[in-house]
């Protein structure tokens, strides 16, 4: 009786493989005709964002308000390094370059505790900003 369980897996394991498939060669791969190496771009690099953080810096110069940006670090437990500001910061410059501003407006930055998936996190919250003149 345990002959033919092991009958049925043999046969089960092979019938696949009994299959015919016809053989098609595969071309090898063509190089285009070129003299110099091939060099790749560097990836570019974001707009320089300029950080305001008073609000009478920016009285005299026309801007247009594209929304509220954040940025973050995260300590994942007691053992990892400290979450920095200056990461937070830096991160939500580079989000607001990704919305084509070039200044933010800082709010606050601040150090919170037992948030979700964080031991502790830096966060830092501003707008960002389009300044004419800049």
Request: charged share 20%; with cysteine.
């Amino acid at each position: 009786m345990r002959v033919v369980p092991l009958c049925l897996l043999a046969l089960s394991l092979t019938g696949c493989s009994l299959l015919h498939k016809p053989y098609k060669p595969v071309e090898p791969f063509k190089q285009p005709a070129q003299t110099e190496p091939v060099r790749s771009k560097p990836a570019p690099r974001p707009a320089p964002v300029k950080l305001y953080s008073d609000a009478s810096d920016l009285v005299s110069k026309p801007f247009r308000d594209l929304g509220e940006v954040y940025g973050e670090d995260c300590q994942s437990s007691r053992q990892s390094s400290p979450p920095a500001i200056a990461t937070a910061r830096k991160r939500m410059q580079i989000r607001a370059s990704a919305m084509k501003a070039n200044a933010v407006l800082l709010h606050k930055c601040e150090i919170v505790t037992n948030s979700q998936g964080c031991y502790r996190q830096a966060v830092c919250q501003g707008s960002a900003l389009k300044v004419s003149g800049q």
